[in-house]
């Protein structure tokens, strides 16, 4: 501890150093004193540098790198021959007008809207019904609670393929209850109109614990005396809620909810375990698309696979963006 | 404090959204390690064979071993996941790391010989005299052949003995479209289920349709033929009657297989690979071509692997690779390894061998008259061909589209993609 209290006001004092408030008293005492200092401070910027490298070069490496040549790849027009041996001719926007006139692109961008908005809502508002409900402290409460991360700690390949199994048409579980409960069964994958449901409902079962967990951390760092406080002045329940609860959470709900999106928005395992996009294009959104162009096929078409990856991004960042925004222009909470 | 918090989102947030474009270079970056060939001088040779079941214990591994020894190199052998090579190969290709010997699906071949990464047999010497016209012809392009078929196998109809009695069908009779679906009927009326079919919306969805597009007499230039048509309707009747299961839409052929292990199925469209697992079900099975529509034994596509040998900067390393691929592919060696992988051989040495188990006897019938996917000098141009016509098979089967509307599509999107 002594050792930082010694070297962190001089390197403070070297940075202000400009202003000479603080060197001429050094100057006077010991005038050599100016070479160390200058060297104490080309050391706290090498260290400074040092520091930084290490993650700076991890980011080019495994960020910076791959982001370029992703949008490499959506900017020229591969073949396997061309993809192989190099000289690929700069197709400019061209993959990118492919994508936008396939016949999938309306259907896959209504999807990937459908599939991450009806996501986040449920997974939200049942997540934080959970956290809520969990916040109470009962008996086993902690049991339980550990218990609802299971879906979260199952690796997708399992998980899917499991919902796969009770979605099924034919011998699947769901189908049988509701056969037993004298519904007709559904074709919940193999139909065209609810292979988008069924995806999503997986989805919602496995986003629920990492709302859950957010939310319920959130939760614990609202003061007890708030509540204590609005009990004496006669609020009820509800506006507990309303008045403390939601808007307290509101910075842990921001964040939760933009992390959500953007696992949503790149979801491909379940649908692509569960569907495979399909039948036709009814389950496909923009991650399924953009695999099956680059690798679903025998013949790869990576440069519309990179474009459609690419928009994928822009929308991310769009939403990351609206949340910089939303956040800057609410109070301070 | 707030607005660093705040920042550190948006990196954070930033970060995230990044990693969403790297899932897809990811894999150009992982593989470059693998497999890298060495200078000729070394004297070691790799292979990659899409067969990762078989570790270093295994025949086939030994067998590679063996034939490195004669041929007087050390053999590197690396087992992929069949669908994982392809785009294994191109990057390791990309990269001049290619491997020495290549084991691949053969429709990839013309593929990976598109893309210059293959050399044909006039470069390499490999010998393919003997193999059958009809095998050969998935790696031919242009007149030239990109390697030599190990082995092949292809669809057939398996059969369950007690179902069919039961419901009083004699396989025998089954010889057309017609007599398939009187059989079926009396099936379902018995309570079963009729057939087990894989239509799943990928490349093995048109595998398992093939041989009842190409047994309508329709042909892969003209997906929306009349006889197309045909083929596809029999199918949606299938489903829409429940002779088929409707999960069919969402079965691989092994999840399809395993509806047909169960006992509940009368017949399954399958391949030679289940031969093992068909003996292990513990019921009698059969085995019958699969019918045209109009009689006869319809043409079903090739499936197994060719050998194939990827360029080299250093050609010396061919006369080697030729060693290996004759090794590989000489008669006895063809015939151990055939027997193995559980394929059919690709000569009539091999196939005369077989044809002393009378389990394999309709597989050799079938293979004879099997036809390759990318034959017809298709090429490249199969797997444009293959998406629209698995994608037509699921809008017609999901009820989506009709058969003719969604051939016709098909059809289009074909065409367009030239």
């Known amino acids: 501890m002594n050792d930082t209290t010694q070297t962190a006001p001089s390197s403070v004092r070297g940075r202000g150093g400009a202003r000479g408030t603080s060197a001429p008293p050094a100057a006077r005492t010991a005038r050599p004193g100016r070479g160390p200092r200058r060297h104490s401070i080309r050391t706290s910027q090498w260290a400074a540098w040092g520091f930084l490298t290490p993650v700076t070069a991890y980011l080019a490496v495994f960020y910076a790198y791959p982001m370029y040549k992703n949008l490499d790849l959506s900017l020229r027009d591969y073949t396997v021959m061309s993809f192989v041996h190099g000289g690929a001719p700069f197709a400019g926007l061209g993959n990118y007008t492919t994508v936008i006139h396939d016949p999938t692109f309306a259907p896959a961008l209504a999807h990937t809207l459908i599939f991450t908005g009806a996501s986040l809502f449920f997974q939200y508002t049942l997540g934080l019904g959970l956290a809520l409900f969990f916040h109470q402290h009962f008996r086993l409460s902690a049991t339980l609670r550990a218990l609802f991360l299971v879906p979260w700690l199952l690796p997708l390949i399992v998980s899917a393929s499991t919902w796969s199994w009770m979605l099924n048409s034919d011998s699947g579980v769901v189908n049988y209850a509701l056969h037993l409960a004298g519904i007709t069964p559904v074709d919940w994958l193999t139909s065209p109109h609810w292979s988008l449901i069924s995806v999503i409902l997986a989805n919602i079962w496995i986003g629920i614990p990492f709302n859950l967990v957010l939310l319920y951390s959130g939760l614990q760092s609202i003061p007890a005396g708030l509540y204590e406080a609005a009990a004496l002045d006669g609020a009820g329940a509800w506006q507990r809620f309303s008045r403390i609860t939601f808007p307290l959470l509101r910075p842990v709900s921001a964040i939760t909810l933009l992390l959500g999106l953007i696992y949503t928005l790149k979801v491909f395992d379940i649908i692509w ?61 | ?45 790799t292979i990659w064979d899409p067969y990762p079941q078989y570790d270093n214990s295994s025949a086939w591994v030994q067998l590679l071993t063996k034939c490195g020894t004669s ?47 293959l050399t044909d047999t006039s470069a390499t010497k490999v010998d393919t005299s003997a193999i059958e016209p009809n095998l050969l012809a998935a790696g031919q392009l242009n007149g030239k052949t990109y390697g030599t078929p190990i082995g092949a196998n292809t669809l ?79 199918w949606t009747t299938w489903i829409k009657d429940g002779y088929a299961p409707n999960a069919a839409l969402q079965d691989t052929q092994t999840t399809s297989w395993q509806e047909f292990a169960t006992g509940q199925v009368g017949f399954a469209e399958n391949g030679t690979w289940q031969l093992s697992n068909a003996k292990k079900a513990g019921f009698p099975y059969g085995i019958i ?53 559980g394929y059919i051989g690709a000569t009539q040495a091999v196939q005369q061998k077989q044809s002393t188990d009378s389990d394999l006897v309709p597989w050799i019938q079938a293979v004879q008259a099997a036809k390759g996917r990318t034959s017809d000098n298709l090429g490249t141009k199969y797997p444009k061909i293959s998406q629209p016509l698995w994608t037509a098979v699921q809008a017609a089967l999901s009820g989506s589209a009709s058969p003719s509307g969604a051939l016709q599509t098909a059809q289009n999107s074909a065409a367009s993609a030239k």
């Open chain 1, 273 to 333: 375990i569960m569907t495979r996009g399909g039948p036709v294009d009814s389950s496909t959104t923009f991650a399924t698309w953009s695999y099956r162009l680059g690798f679903g096929n025998l013949l790869p078409a990576f440069g519309p696979g990179a474009a459609v990856g690419n928009l994928l991004v822009i929308i991310a960042l769009l939403f990351g963006l609206i949340y910089i925004r939303t956040q800057r222009t609410t109070p301070a909470a």
């Open chain 2, 71 to 117: 041929a007087g190199v050390t053999v590197k052998r690396t087992g992929f996941d069949t669908t994982d090579l392809t785009s294994k190969v191109l990057l390791a290709a990309q990269q001049g790391k290619a491997p020495d010997v290549l084991i691949v699906d053969n429709p990839v071949v013309s593929t990976l010989a598109e893309a210059g990464v």
């Open chain 2, 289 to 341: 071509p699969i019918p045209a529509k109009n009689g006869g034994t319809a043409p079903a596509p090739t499936g197994g692997e060719f050998v194939t040998v990827p360029v080299q900067g250093d050609t010396a390393r061919y006369a080697t690779s030729e060693k290996l691929v004759a090794c590989l592919s000489s008669a006895d060696n063809a015939y151990t390894t055939d027997t193995a992988l």
């Open chain 2, 1 to 45: 404090m707030k607005t660093v918090l705040s920042r550190r989102r948006l990196a954070a947030a930033g970060l995230a959204a990044v990693t969403l474009a790297t899932t897809a270079t990811a894999c150009s970056s992982s593989s470059s390690g693998t497999g890298s060939t060495g200078s000729a001088a070394s004297g070691t040779y």
């Open chain 2, 156 to 234: 057939a109809l398996y059969y369950n003995k007690n179902v069919l009695q039961a419901a009083g069908v004699d396989p025998a009779s089954v010889k057309d479209w017609a007599s398939l679906n009187t059989a079926l009927a009396k099936i379902k009326a018995a309570g079963k289920k009729g057939i087990s079919i894989s239509a799943i919306g990928t490349e093995e969805g048109s595998f398992q349709f093939l041989p009842w597009f190409w047994g309508s007499g329709a042909n892969l230039t003209n997906l929306s033929s009349p006889q197309a048509v045909d083929a596809l309707t029999l």
